[in-house]
């Protein structure tokens, strides 16, 4: 009996395609010239009753396609939460791809960058500015004392809500409008290193995330 737990299939075209599939691989087995670049119905093709080899490797079995799957005897199903599962990792894999793709094309530091993506190599990161025609990253730009309590009042705000901290910055990012880079970002918030402008108040030190030692390449 069947698993309970997996979705059945009953579109009759899968059936069809699935039932051509195992009628190649009988035929071609047949002929001693299996092809390994076939879907693998079965795993041992030899295992399928004498019956059913005969008439799938019959070279009229594709007449008889539509009266098997009357006969119900293709009965596909799925697992649905493996499938989800699957899925689920494929678009965590899209959305740190297009989170990565923000932070290169938008001139943040390798450091920074390696501290919030765990496994990427410099090198990666290159071949991703040169693919992006990303402007090199540049040393974070001096700011007056108004400018960083401003920033740290967006942030404060963005503390608040459900995001990943890439998000935050990427949101950081977008309400500044542009006028500052992540690098600079990154700096005034996670390393209180960023210079101040000229008689301006002294740095505020931002809390840090991940203690990284900030450099700007």
């Known amino acids: 009996m069947m698993d309970e737990h ?18 190649a691989r ?12 076939r879907i693998q119905l079965w795993d041992d093709i030899r295992a399928l009753p004498p019956s059913v080899r005969s008439v799938l490797s019959d070279q009229r079995a594709e007449q008889l396609i539509p009266r098997l799957i009357a006969s119900n005897a293709m009965r596909l199903r799925f697992e649905m939460n ?3 599962h699957a899925c689920e990792q494929i678009e965590r894999q899209w ?11 938008s001139q943040a530091s390798t450091t920074m960058i390696q501290a919030l993506f765990k496994g990427v190599t ?11 025609n990303a402007p090199p990253p540049t040393k974070p730009c001096a700011l007056s004392g108004d400018e960083a309590t401003r920033i740290f009042d967006i942030w ?19 309400r500044c ?12 918030l996670n390393l209180g290193e960023v210079p101040r402008a000229p008689n ?11 203690g990284a030692n900030h450099t700007s390449d």
């Open 156 to 174: 404060s705000d963005l503390l608040g809500a459900s995001l990943d901290l890439r998000e935050r910055y990427v949101e950081l990012h977008q």
């Open 122 to 132: 410099r090198s990666r990161i290159e071949h991703m500015r040169r693919d992006l």
């Open 82 to 84: 493996t499938l989800a």
């Open 26 to 37: 009988t035929r071609a087995d047949n002929a001693g010239d299996p092809d390994p670049m």
């Open 6 to 23: 997996l979705t059945p299939i009953s579109a009759s075209n899968v059936q069809r395609v699935a039932l051509l599939e195992l009628i």
């Open 200 to 210: 301006r108040a002294r740095d505020r030190t931002g809390p840090r995330h991940d």
């Open 95 to 105: 959305w740190e791809e297009a989170l990565l793709h923000y932070f290169v094309g």
């Open 177 to 188: 409008a542009g006028r500052y880079t992540l690098a600079t970002l990154f700096a005034v």
